[in-house]
């Protein structure tokens, strides 16, 4: 594991963004692995500043998206295809074509999670795929469990998760209860892995996940086992290990 110290969360956005800048230019077709939540988005705009000044070129670049929620359509203001549209693929220069997310309309969750493993398994894994950190140590919607779950699956979406969207939706009924997510192996078959994590709320997940045993119920434990694992982590998230760095 390699560890980037960063002041803050706008430190922690402009570190990441040069990691991902430097891939897209050393491979301009590059498959980018990528994450929604409030983690990325500064991530995000500072790609799209970059993208602005003419330093970065995505017109070749490939994606494909960790996690969509069930049942919700691509124009829901709400699901991650809205998510990446609005804060990154309508503003660069990308061909939204060769950009990947699972199909939360579709019915047959067995056959989405084939197709999308049948997606990524076609790139031979992402060349870089961003991560965020849950509060509980989960990564994509793989949630702290007895074991790693390999493919691409539907979870159920825990009660904590439901009621931390509810804000978002008319009524707790609307809020989806299921979502489809990136798997493990999935994840771990990217050459590269880069999670950002910034302010007290991940502490204890930071700490969990890579500074303690590597265990299905801290799932982000198993980026230890990542050959090129980078983490971006600003001095709240890191503030329960300051004596272990
Ligand atoms: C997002 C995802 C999640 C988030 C995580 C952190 O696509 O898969 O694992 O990265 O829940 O969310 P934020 O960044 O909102 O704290």
Redesign the pocket.
Known sequence: MRLICAKDYADVSRKAANIIAAQIQLKPDCVLG????????GTYKELIAMYESGDLDFSKVRTV???EYVGLTKDHDQS?AYFMRTNLFDHVNIDQANCNIPNGMNPDAEGECARYDAVIDGFGGADLQL?????NG?????EPADAFVKNTNKVELTKATIDANARFFATRDDVPKYAY?MGIGGIMKAKRVLL?AN?K??AQAVKDCFFGPIKPQAPGSILQLHPDFTLVADEEALSLVKDLL
């Open positions: 990528l994450a929604t939540g409030s983690s990325p988005v998206n960790l996690d991650y991560l965020g950190l849950g509060p989960h990564i994509g919607f793989n997510t950002v302010g709320g991940k």
